[in-house]
């Protein structure tokens, strides 16, 4: 067997993805999986779909285009981060809907769609506060007048995101805001939205207190995934957690401190060491094959609470073993608790190997 090994549990992401329906349900809104924290891989493609989900989003026109051929038209596909002109031609090719938030892009699909006399659905992405994309609200209200003149443009709704660059939580407030945008522009182009909002974090705001009216849609990906907020920093306690390890080899075993005398430089990365957080005295350190181009170290915690990681190379991972009562060797294998941004570099990385625990071929059977 090879590792590093993602072990992927999807009985527990199963149980997440139909505990997230019936809550949805129940609070009148419908949910998109976002899938970019995964590659969109098969499997739990295949599970979304079998459960229920028939909408995905994704950053990566690849991974919707791989849904697409996977699941055929009976999906509704998104492209959640703004497209480039090099993506406009796919779009159309796979009837994927972006988001949009530049006139130029507006301008650009509306002259591909008319010279291809078609219609190109979108989404007008919209600043909540974070700073990141969008149009400002102020903005297409001004601009929502000459809409008309993109003749082959239909426009399903607007959609915002928080919490992702700025950190900034979103509240009620922020809903009856885009709520009101919605009303507002609905108006002016005499036609019904839909209010897209995400991502997981957005969810506190049903659980505090019941349904702001006139929200649609919620655009998740770490709730499914890992029952977690991460920009709350709290689990969400009737979600399951227990859905991504890893297990790695341990390659070395020895007392190890860094030599006091000889002058310091930079770690191969470029950054700056700081030698006084440093042991002056040897302590028992274990090396594992894995490293930062399969994994993040700032979201992996040991299952061993009294082991804790004291660095990462590309290509290992070193661990301060002092304190723990296990006595580790050569060969054995540690397992960790891994978080988002890991999970993902793990999947990018063609080093670790994925098993998908409970994975059934053909699950309708
Ligand atoms: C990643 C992303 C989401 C999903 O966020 P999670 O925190 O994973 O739920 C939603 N919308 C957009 C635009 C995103 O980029």
């Known amino acids: 067997m090879q590792y590093p090994l993602l072990e992927i549990n999807l009985s527990n992401i199963e149980k997440n993805v139909v505990t997230l329906t019936e809550k949805c349900t129940r609070w009148n809104l419908s949910w998109v999986a976002v899938t970019k924290g995964f590659c969109a891989v098969y499997p739990i493609v295949k599970l979304l779909f079998q459960k229920g989900v028939r909408r995905f989003a994704d950053s990566n026109l690849l991974n919707l285009i791989s849904i697409r051929q996977l699941l055929g038209e009976e999906v509704e596909l998104f492209l959640i981060r703004l497209p480039m002109f090099s993506e406009l031609e796919l779009l159309f090719q796979y009837r994927i809907v972006p988001f949009v938030s530049t006139t130029e ?27 990141r994309e969008g149009f400002m609200p102020e903005e297409l209200l001004q601009m ?23 950190g900034v939580l979103p509240d009620r407030d922020l809903l009856q805001r885009m709520v009101q945008l919605k009303h507002e522009l609905q108006l002016i182009l005499k036609q019904q939205l839909k209010l897209s909002v995400g991502g997981t974090t957005f969810l506190e705001l049903w659980e505090e207190a019941c349904c702001p009216e006139g929200v649609d849609e919620i655009r998740l990906g770490e709730a499914f995934l890992f029952g977690h907020d991460i920009s709350r920093k709290k689990s969400i306690p009737w979600l399951e957690q227990e859905t991504f390890s890893l297990w790695s080899e341990v390659v070395e075993v020895r007392p190890k401190k860094p030599n006091q005398f000889i002058g310091r430089g930079f770690d191969a990365f470029g950054r700056e060491v700081d030698a006084t957080k440093q042991s002056k005295r040897a302590r028992k350190q274990a090396l ?74 053909d699950r309708t059977r």
């Open 105 to 131: 892009s507006l301008t650009k699909l509306n002259s591909l769609a008319r010279e291809k006399n078609t219609n190109q659905r979108l989404i007008l992405a919209v600043d909540g506060g974070d700073a």
């Open 144 to 166: 929502a007048t000459s809409f008309p003149n993109w003749s082959h443009l239909t426009i399903d709704g607007i959609a915002t995101t928080v919490a992702c660059l700025n």
């Open 288 to 361: 594992v094959a894995v490293g930062l181009q399969d994994i993040d170290d700032s979201q992996l915690w040991p299952e061993d609470s009294r082991v804790r990681i004291t660095g990462a190379t590309s290509n290992y991972l070193v661990l301060d073993i002092e304190e723990s009562a296990n006595r580790y060797q050569t060969g054995q294998l540690l397992k960790f608790k891994i978080g988002y941004g890991s999970v993902l570099r793990a999947f990018l990385s063609p080093y670790v190997r994925k098993e998908y625990l409970d994975f059934q071929e």
